[in-house]
């Protein structure tokens, strides 16, 4: 790579344990199944399926995307993926911010897109089904997830490459355990009115992601 490239700093477990509280932020099928579960079954069906994505991560989408990427894209092409994965990460963060401006009712829409009322499932296979059949996060792993865990291997081995993934699927899961938590308390310890505050944080947060991305790319390959 570049000399350019190789001087430029890789991912922090902290930046990535952000962006990971971030995308798990924005209103989607996995944050309105553990909040609908939480509330139906209880914190151990909440629980249960947070632990469905990184699995699902770990085992089907990051090996898939790096073997995607390590077959197909080599050289400019990962150009390609890395500014798509910055536009990824804008407009995950317009969406965020825009969700901030809008009333979202998490607890009465799975919005998964599944029916389970003919046939109640094991809240863990909901969470795993739930997660397959959402194409963002393939997306996001071919794109934003190969970039990061690539610029981590050049810099720190295989331990900086796993700093990534790590700290992102340590973020998501934190806020699915704060969204299990105020579901089992209730959301009075949240008021409505900062919600639209968090959203746009996280936007905020998201759209600075894509900003670092694209300039760590353009830095390694132009």
Partial sequence: MGGKGS???????????????????????????VTAETLRRGAGAGLLILTAPPLIDACV???????LHASLLSGRGAVVLGMV???LLFWLGLQSIRSGRTEVDIESNSGSGWSWSRKELPSFLKGVLTH???????IYWVTVGVSFIRRGLEGGGVWGAAVFPLGFWVGASAFNLVIVFLAVRGRRML???????????????????????????WREFV
Avoid: K
């Avoid at 397959?132 to 393939?138: E, I, R």
């Avoid at 008021?191 to 760590?216: C, K, T």
């Fill in 7 to 33: 001087r430029f700093p890789s991912m922090t477990f902290p930046w990535a344990f952000i962006m990971g509280f971030s995308v798990a932020s924005m209103p989607g099928p996995i944050l309105a199944l």
């Fill in 61 to 67: 989408m990051l090996p898939l995307a790096l073997m």
């Fill in 85 to 87: 994965g910055c536009l």
């Fill in 132 to 138: 397959l059949a959402n194409p963002y996060p393939y």
């Fill in 191 to 217: 008021p409505p009115r900062w919600e639209p505050f968090i959203h746009w944080f996280s936007g905020l947060l998201l759209m600075g992601s894509g900003l670092f991305l694209a300039v760590m790319v």
